[in-house]
Every structure is written in C-alpha cells, then in structure tokens.
C-alpha cells in the first residue's frame, strides 16, 4: 500500500559472523551496543540460521555470540565477540544500574554480564554470574528489569513453554517466583506502576493471541521465599484482540505528560504477528472496565520489536516516536499521536528497506541536532543475510 513515509538510506553497512537476534546500546556510552546472535547446528555438519524460537529436534543444537560493536558512522568495527554455547534470544541493561547486561539464552538460563566504560580503549564485556531457571530445553523467550529503583535487580522473563519467571538477581539465592500466564510461548513483556501506587503491573504477550496484565506484589529484598508473587485475584482480563501472536509492548503512560489523555488511563502499543501495530488502554480492573483499541495501523510485516525513541508534548498534543523492527518489511518509524481534536492517531513518517531477510533487532539513539530538529542514529539488522546498517532519521 502506498505511503508518504520518507525512504531512508543507509550511511554504512556491516556484515556480521552470525544471524542477530537482539540489540541495545550501552547507556554510559552510546558510541558502542552489544548485539545477540542466533544460529543453529542441524547436526549434519551443516550450520544454518533458524528464526527465535523455532523447535528443533534432538540432533540440532544452538550456539550465538555477544557481540561488542563500536557504531562508527563511516567505519564500524567490532570491539570484542564472544561466543556462547547457547543462541542468544533477548538482551537488556539494567535501568538501576547500566553497567549490568541481562542476557536470555536457548538453554534454561539468564546470564549476567557487566561492561567497564572507564576507558573505551579497554571496553570488554565480563560474565558474572548464570541463572538457571527452567530446563535445558526451554527457551528463555525475552526479560524485562523492573523500572522502579525499589526493586533493584529484580526482573522478569518469559520462557517458551508459556510461563514467566520472576527473578531476584541481587539475592544470592535468587529467589524466584514462576507463573504458567500463557498457553503457548511468549514473547513479550513490560512493566508499568498499577493504579494502587504500590505494586507493578506486568503486560505480557504470547503466541496464543493473548496480552494479558497480571499484578506483581513484590516481597523484601531480604524476605525468604519468591521475591515476588503475582495475584492470582487481580488478573486483568486476557481478551484476544489480537489476531495472531503479541510479539511486543511498549507502555508509553510511564514516558511522557499525559495531559490529552482522559481518566489517567494506561496506554500501550503492541505489536503483532497479524502486521498491525495498536495503541491500547489497559483495564484499571478486571470488573469495571476492558482492553479498548484507541488506534491501530497495518504495517504489512509482523511487528517484532517496538522502541520509544522519544516523546513530546504541545498545547493541544502527546506525542511519542516510536522505532518498529517489522520482519520481512524492515524498519518503521513511527509518530503516535494523542491529540484534543482528533484523539489517538499512527502515522508512518519513516521506513527504511535495505534490509532483504527478517529484520528483528533494531536500536536508536539520540544525536545532537540544530534548530527544531531532533536527529537519531539508528543501527538495524536482518537475520539470515547477517546484515547490519547505520542510518540516521530526522524528525521535525
């Protein structure tokens, strides 16, 4: 379908040695991010790229790395490559503390690594500490850390056999509590502050078509037992708006002034495998109120990952960019809109299509700009052609 979305082109390409799976930019230094990869050995001696997620029979095995990758914008070059004997699914630094990298593996685990930025000449990722939390077989699916700096090192994962596990990573023990929410595997998560001021609200998204929103209590640090329990009384309910799996979430209530938006709702975007991208209300409750869709949008490829980029408020408007990995399409940016006059809108304002095979790894950040201007520079990825691009997005 046509689109007045601009075309963006890239400023430099890379070739990496695996297919990527995932990808963040460090916080303390933005000049560098570290990218998961996925491969799979089919046992024939032969190696080839498998999509995240997919099952494979007892002869095949799955390996990755962890790639540390300086984004020079005229020649990139990898700082460190480690390889794992694991595929690596999803990645994520901690909020609490942004040295800390959260890794989820093809093998039951949750591995832990830090990154020293005293010097960029020394920059190294270090491994810490392994978690087992499920089965050699299960796929730790994605994490999520807890926002609130209350619950410091506190994080959720989703796991391929439909359950989520959450984890303390500061106790020693690493107490944990595990919840089957899900009847299929899923794939997304976030956490946003629930109406009571106390607790957290954790959205999830599986491959059964379900988002669901359960109420996490936590316990103290120092408490025996979980770290934290999911009331079962406060469920959300789990309605299927979705017509296929819900691959990603993004809360955006906890991003920007909200001063368009009536009753302090919660809002949501979700992305699915059904190729649309939905802005959502999330229930206060599970007896006065449902799931409503404000907005949504086709974006003709299953939308796999979605970033907030940036928002900003007007007089009359909140308004938030918003970064979409969208599969076999490529890359979208996107400008969500909650306006006085016209309510919730998406608009496509960018796209970027080099991209030839599954993009499902993208990232942005902010780079300095003149005028009224904002610029971002974004580093994008494809899976089975192992591609990754630099490109740059002005926004007015």
């Not at 979980?226 to 017509?243: A, F």
């Not at 649309?276 to 449902?290: A, D, E, G």
């Not at 949008?297 to 990995?325: E, H, M, P, T």
Request: charged letters at 20%.
């Amino acid at each position: 379908m046509a689109s007045d979305a601009c075309v963006i082109n890239s400023l430099t390409t890379y070739v990496l040695e695996k297919p990527p799976s995932c990808i963040e930019f460090l916080p303390l230094d933005n000049d560098f991010c570290v990218i998961g990869t996925y491969y799979l050995d089919t046992g024939d001696g032969q190696e080839c790229p498998r999509e995240p997620g997919q099952e494979t029979n007892a002869a095949q095995s799955r390996s990755g790395s962890l790639i540390l990758f300086n984004v020079n914008k005229t020649k990139p070059f990898v700082v460190q490559s480690l390889h794992t004997s694991y595929a690596v699914l999803d990645l994520h630094f901690s909020s609490n503390k942004p040295n800390v990298l959260a890794v989820a593996t093809s093998i039951g685990t949750i591995c832990l690594f830090t990154v020293d930025v005293a010097s960029q000449q020394d920059l190294k990722l270090k491994e810490v500490s392994i978690i087992d939390i499920a089965r050699p077989s299960i796929l730790v699916l994605s994490l999520v850390w807890c926002p609130s700096k209350y619950e410091d090192g506190r994080l959720a994962a989703s796991l391929s056999d439909g359950s989520i596990v959450i984890l303390d990573c500061d106790d020693m023990q690493h107490s944990r509590y595990q919840e089957q929410c899900h009847t299929l595997e899923v794939w997304s998560m976030a956490f946003l502050p629930a109406f009571d001021g106390r607790s957290q609200i954790l959205l999830s998204g599986g491959d059964d078509s379900v988002i669901r929103a359960n109420l996490v209590n936590w316990r103290p640090h120092d408490s025996s037992g979980s770290c934290g329990i999911i009331d079962k009384n406060l469920i959300l309910p789990n309605q299927k708006i979705h017509s296929a799996g819900v691959t990603a979430i993004l809360p955006l209530t906890a991003t920007a002034a909200t001063a368009a938006t009536d009753s302090g709702l919660q809002i949501t975007v979700t992305g699915s495998y059904d190729e649309y991208i939905r802005v959502l209300t999330v229930p206060k409750s599970s007896s006065t109120s449902r799931w409503s869709v404000l907005a949504e949008k086709r974006l003709y490829g299953g939308v796999w990952r979605l970033k907030l980029i940036r928002s900003w408020s007007s007089q009359c408007s909140d308004n938030f960019s918003v970064l979409a990995s969208c599969m076999h399409v490529g890359v979208r940016i996107l400008t969500i809109t909650n306006s006085k006059d016209d309510g919730w809108t998406i608009k496509e304002s960018a796209k970027f299509e080099e991209h030839k095979s599954m993009n499902y790894a993208s990232d942005a950040r902010s780079e300095p700009s003149g005028g009224n201007t904002q610029d971002c520079l974004v580093v994008s990825t494809s899976f089975y052609d192992r591609k990754l691009c630099i490109w740059k997005y002005t926004s007015c």
